[in-house]
């Protein structure tokens, strides 16, 4: 499985961004896909993202009310709209995909793209 991600940039706080993960390869058997991000000095931590085989969405507490997660089956293309943006959404942020096989279950990343909020 590889992803690609796009959308990220710079923004001041109160504006918007669209990410993109466009996946392809090996994507059948795909059963979770979603964005995670990671701010210096912390843990990658989860953002939203499809589970339970794509059929159901989990979103962090912080961002439920101004993130949304979306998908387009037919470009294989995970979305995340980003409004409401604060600062302390500045993180590199990173497309996973997890894929059921032989040895359970892998993870794929993306190369991760930068988002950075101006105050």
């Known amino acids: 499985v590889q992803l690609v991600e796009s959308g990220g940039g710079l923004v001041q706080a109160g504006g918007s961004l669209r990410l993109s993960c466009a996946a392809s390869?090996?994507?059948?058997?795909?059963?979770?896909m979603g964005w995670y991000r990671q701010a210096p000095g912390k843990e990658r931590e989860l953002v939203a993202a499809?589970?339970?085989?794509?059929?159901?969405?989990n979103y962090a507490d912080d961002v439920k009310d101004r993130f949304t997660i979306s998908r387009d089956n037919a470009k294989n293309t995970v979305y995340l709209q980003m409004n409401s943006l604060k600062p302390e959404d500045t993180a590199m942020y990173y497309c996973?995909?997890?894929?059921?096989?032989?040895?359970?279950?892998?993870?794929?990343w993306g190369q991760g793209t930068q988002v950075t909020v101006s105050s």
């Open positions: 996973n995909a997890k894929r059921t096989g032989w040895g359970g279950v892998s993870d794929y």
């Open positions: 390869g090996d994507i059948l058997r795909i059963i979770a």
């Open positions: 499809f589970i339970s085989g794509l059929t159901t969405t």
